[in-house]
């Protein structure tokens, strides 16, 4: 698990970062298309200290369905099935 969700006490906010090409998350429907949100599973790390893998409702996209600041959504090609 590669991806770390550090929380910030000087802006009370996560930052989340998915430091690798391995570390990114992927759809397996064509759910990225029309889903604002999206349930994302990292190392929680809270005052330097690993809390382990918890999960993190992310908004993705705007009201407009636009990309939220910091996130890339594209489709990753034909899928078997």
């Not at 330097?48 to 893998?53: A, F, L, R, S, T």
């Amino acid at each position: 698990m590669e991806t770390t969700v550090t929380y910030d006490s000087k802006t009370s906010e996560f930052v989340i970062d998915t430091p690798t090409v391995l570390s990114q998350k992927y759809w397996i429907t064509n759910g990225f298309k029309h889903s604002n949100h999206a349930v994302l599973f990292g190392q929680c790390i809270v005052d330097g200290k690993n809390e382990g893998v918890s999960p993190f409702l992310v908004k993705i996209r705007d009201e407009n369905m636009k990309e939220a600041p910091g996130v890339t959504i594209i489709d990753m090609g034909v899928k078997m099935g």
